[in-house]
T-cell receptor
Framework: SQKIEQNSEALNIQEGKTATLTCNYT??????LQWYRQDPGRGPVFLLL?????KEKRKERLKVTFDTTLKQSLFHITASQPADSATYLC??????????FGDGTTLTVKP | DAGVIQSPRHEVTEMGQEVTLRCKPI?????LFWYRQTMMRGLELLIY????????DSGMPEDRFSAKMPNASFSTLKIQPSEPRDSAVYFC?????????????FGEGSWLTVV
């Protein structure tokens, strides 16, 4: 069956450290993968997109990798700050218009 | 642009009542999505439209749910009759489509409680 798994529901790290979130999938062949941030009571907000033929993408303190052989994406936040505390969702882009989301990982960055 | 606009933001209704959620997508976006989010099931795609035409409604839980998009700037999601298990946050979202890699822009959600 098709499945998207994000590592542990919650991740707690110390300010200044690098947060690494994982997204694993089975029985999908995504054309691209996206990461979103969701704050309590708000809708998800787009952060980064990586296509199937790309290995790595960066944006400021964010980095995402995509390994279609391992069927895995890693999302890194370097020099983490308490303001980075939120839930992060990965989404698989399956075809024109349609994306399927993981359940998310809640990150807490402690000062 | 004001972003995706949803109404109402919060609704509390009694079981059996009809619920209508409304959405105005970002102007110029070709795709409109309705998602539902719960603690148990996460973010689920209910239905999506392309150029006002429903493309995939396989996520609609049952016949009590219906969605329409009469024009490019308006969509509704209706639940009739509502049940307590329909309590969730319903998100409307829109995107430009494949040309930009399908970045999805979400509204702030409609928080539905059915008692």
């Amino acid at each position: 069956s098709q499945k998207i798994e994000q590592n542990s529901e919650a991740l707690n790290i110390q300010e200044g450290k690098t947060a690494t979130l994982t997204c694993n999938y089975t029985n999908y062949s995504p054309a691209y993968l996206q990461w979103y941030r969701q704050d309590p009571g708000r809708g998800p907000v787009f952060l980064l997109l990586i296509r199937e033929n790309e290995k790595e993408k960066r944006k400021e303190r964010l980095k995402v990798t995509f390994d279609t052989t391992l069927k895995q994406s890693l999302f890194h936040i370097t020099a983490s700050q308490p303001a980075d505390s939120a839930t992060y969702l990965c989404a698989l882009g399956l075809h024109a218009g349609k994306s399927t989301f993981g359940d998310g990982t809640t990150l807490t960055v402690k000062p | 642009d004001a972003g995706v606009i949803q109404s109402p933001r919060h609704e509390v209704t009694e079981m059996g009542q009809e619920v209508t959620l409304r959405c105005k997508p970002i102007s110029g976006h070709d795709y409109l999505f309705w998602y539902r989010q719960t603690m148990m099931r996460g973010l689920e795609l209910l239905i999506y439209f392309n150029n006002n035409v429903p493309i995939d409604d396989s996520g609609m839980p049952e016949d009590r749910f219906s969605a329409k998009m009469p024009n490019a700037s308006f969509s509704t999601l209706k639940i009739q009759p509502s049940e307590p298990r329909d309590s969730a946050v319903y998100f409307c979202a829109s995107s430009l489509g494949t040309g930009t890699g399908n970045t999805i822009y979400f509204g702030e959600g409609s928080w539905l409680t059915v008692v």
